[in-house]
Nanobody, 121 residues
């Protein structure tokens, strides 16, 4: 599986961005898809995960109520809608695919290249 993330950019606090991740391969629906982020000087952290069918989602407490993860298995894409963005959301965002529905980055086998999100105050 190859993953290509896009949609990052510079936005003011309170604004919105939508990240997308396009996946190759015919088995996309078999993978749980996660979004993680890494800010400068910090460890990579979990943001959101969606099950293979799209029926189950989970979020980090820091983004709950502001971010929404979704997927389109017909198009092999997963998206992260980010609303009410805060400066502390600034990070490189990565999409990842793995066999398990998990918030643990170590369980993911495939990673996209990352897309930069910068939120100005």
């Amino acid at each position: 599986v190859q993953l290509q993330a896009s949609g990052g950019g510079l936005v003011q606090a309170g604004g919105s961005l939508r990240l997308s991740c396009a996946a190759s391969g015919r088995t996309f629906s078999r993978y749980a898809m996660g979004w993680f982020r890494q800010a400068p000087g910090k460890e990579r952290e979990f943001v959101a995960v969606i099950s293979g069918s799209g029926g189950i989602t989970s979020y980090a407490d820091s983004v709950k109520g502001r971010f929404t993860i979704s997927r389109d298995n017909a198009k092999n894409t997963v998206s992260l809608q980010m609303n009410s963005l805060k400066p502390e959301d600034t990070a490189v965002y990565y999409c990842a695919a793995g066999p398990s529905y998990s918030s643990n980055s170590k369980t993911y086998d495939y990673w996209g290249q990352g897309t930069q999100v910068t939120v100005s105050s």
